[in-house]
């Protein structure tokens, strides 16, 4: 099967960039992809969501926000995809300091809450696992 990139504002990775986390995509212990933020001096931020085609395309189909008929080799999104979203808690929460602070953060970092938490949510089974260096 052939993968491909598609080319748009939307689907652009940032300039410049000094920092890139990723961290692994799991479903019952098979990895199905990873998701990594790329961000430079600007603070801008990329995403970037890379399928695992060789795991079951079953599982594949539950990455919520991508369309795997394009079959790209990777999804980058310069908006915080829906697979963020659903994970962390946006920055006008009420209960947002006392969440951070549970998980001895600071600072309502999206990529790091999503590890600590491993992305726990009720719309599906995804668990992120970070990736260390």
């Given at each position: 099967?052939?993968?491909?990139?598609?080319?748009?504002?939307?689907?652009?990775?940032?300039?410049?960039?000094?920092?890139?986390?990723?961290?692994?995509?799991?479903?019952?212990?098979?990895?199905?992809?990873?998701?990594?933020?790329?961000?430079?001096?600007?603070?801008?931020?990329?995403?970037?969501?890379?399928?695992?085609?060789?795991?079951?395309?079953?599982?594949?189909?539950?990455?919520?926000?991508?369309?795997?008929?394009?079959?790209?080799?990777?999804?980058?999104r310069s908006f915080e995809p829906y697979?963020?979203?659903?994970?962390?808690?946006?920055?006008?929460?009420?209960?947002?300091?006392?969440?951070?602070?549970?998980?001895?953060?600071?600072?309502?970092?999206?990529?790091?809450?999503?590890?600590?938490?491993?992305?726990?949510?009720?719309?599906?089974?995804?668990?992120?696992?970070r990736i260390e260096d």
């Open positions: 099967m052939s993968h491909k990139f598609v080319r748009s504002y939307l689907n652009e990775h940032v300039k410049c960039i000094t920092r890139v986390r990723t961290a692994n995509m799991v479903i019952d212990g098979q990895i199905i992809g990873t998701l990594t933020e790329e961000s430079n001096d600007a603070e801008e931020v990329s995403w970037v969501i890379r399928p695992n085609y060789d795991a079951d395309p079953k599982l594949l189909g539950i990455i919520p926000g991508i369309d795997l008929d394009l079959n790209l080799d990777e999804y980058v697979i963020v979203e659903e994970r962390t808690v946006d920055d006008d929460r009420p209960d947002l300091p006392k969440r951070l602070k549970a998980l001895g953060m600071r600072w309502n970092d999206k990529f790091e809450y999503m590890c600590r938490t491993h992305g726990i949510c009720g719309n599906n089974p995804i668990r992120i696992e």
